[in-house]
C-alpha cells in the first residue's frame, strides 16, 4: 500500500480518513484486540457505564466504527429504548450491521453520517459517545458543538480516547509501541499507511486536561476525565 498517512490541516484530511477506514475496515476488529491485548472491550464498556443510559434512554454512538460501543449501549437501553450509531465509513457500517445481534437489531441502527454534520435534530439523544473517533475530526471544536447541539440538556457526552502519557517508563514505551512497532504491526496488515497515521493522531490531539478544556468551551458541564491503562486511555465526560 503506497497511500500517504493523512496530515491534519490539509484541505483533503476528511476525506483521506474515511479513505483509509474504508480500507482497513476488514482487519479493525482484530489489529484493536492485537494493539490492546484485548481491553479495547473493556475500555468500552467503561465508557458505556459512565453513559449512564438505562431502559428507555436514546443513544448516539458517533464515529461508531463496526459497532462495538453501539452494541453494548444497546444492552444498557433495552427493547423499549434506541441506539444509533453514525459513521462515515459504510463499508465499517456494513458489518456492524453484521455484528448486531438479531434481538437488538430493532433497536440499534447504523447510519453513514458525518460527525460534523450530524442529520439529527436538535435535543435528540440522551447520551452521546465517542470512541477513539475524536481524534479523526478535522474541526475538533465543530464537532463538539454539534454534540452538544443533538444532546438534550442534561444529556452526556463520552469520550473515550488515546492519549499521551506524561511520565516515564509509560512515556517511553509509548513512543516505541505507536511510533515503532504499530506501523510494522500494519504492514502486516497491509496497510502501513493507516498504522502510521495513528500515532502521528494521538500526538496531535489535545492532551487530557486540554480537551477537557474543550469540552467546556463547547458548552458542557461538569466536565470530568479518568486516565487509564498507566495513562495512555482517558475517559472524558460531560453535560449538555
Same mark, same amino acid.
Given at each position: ?105 430493532? +433497536?440499534? @441502527? $447504523?447510519?453513514? =453520517?458525518?460527525? &460534523? ?7 435528540? /439523544? ?75 493522531? +494521538?500526538? @496531535? $490531539?489535545?492532551? =487530557?486536561?486540554? &480537551? ?7 458548552? /458542557? ?20
Amino acid at each position: 500500500m503506497t497511500d500517504s498517512p493523512p496530515r491534519r490541516g490539509d484541505a483533503e484530511f476528511a476525506g483521506q480518513v474515511n479513505s483509509m477506514f474504508d480500507r482497513i475496515s476488514g482487519v479493525y476488529d482484530r489489529m484493536n484486540r492485537v494493539m490492546t491485548a484485548g481491553l479495547d472491550r473493556t475500555w468500552r464498556r467503561r465508557a458505556a457505564d459512565r453513559a449512564e443510559v438505562g431502559p428507555g434512554d436514546r443513544a448516539l454512538d458517533v464515529c461508531c466504527g463496526t459497532g462495538d460501543l453501539s452494541i453494548e449501549l444497546a444492552d444498557r437501553v433495552g427493547p423499549t429504548g434506541e441506539v444509533v450509531g453514525a459513521d462515515f465509513s459504510e463499508p465499517m457500517l456494513e458489518l456492524a450491521r453484521e455484528k448486531a445481534p438479531p434481538d437488538e437489531q430493532e +433497536v440499534v @441502527s $447504523f447510519v453513514n =453520517a458525518d460527525a &460534523l454534520e450530524l442529520p439529527f435534530p436538535d435535543d435528540s /439523544f440522551d447520551a452521546l459517545t465517542i470512541a477513539f473517533g475524536a481524534r479523526n475530526l478535522a474541526d475538533l471544536g465543530r464537532g463538539l458543538s454539534e454534540m452538544k447541539r443533538v444532546l438534550k440538556p442534561g444529556g452526556r457526552l463520552v469520550i473515550l480516547e488515546i492519549t499521551q502519557p506524561g511520565r516515564q517508563p509509560l512515556k517511553g514505551f509509548f513512543a516505541l509501541w505507536f511510533d515503532r512497532i504499530v506501523p510494522q504491526i500494519g504492514k502486516v496488515a497491509g496497510d502501513s499507511a493507516a498504522y502510521s497515521y495513528l500515532p502521528s493522531s +494521538v500526538r @496531535s $490531539f489535545p492532551d =487530557a486536561g486540554t &480537551l477537557a478544556d474543550r469540552m467546556v468551551e463547547a458548552g /458542557f458541564e461538569r466536565v470530568r476525565w479518568t486516565v487509564m491503562a498507566g495513562g495512555i486511555i482517558a475517559i472524558h465526560s460531560g453535560v449538555a
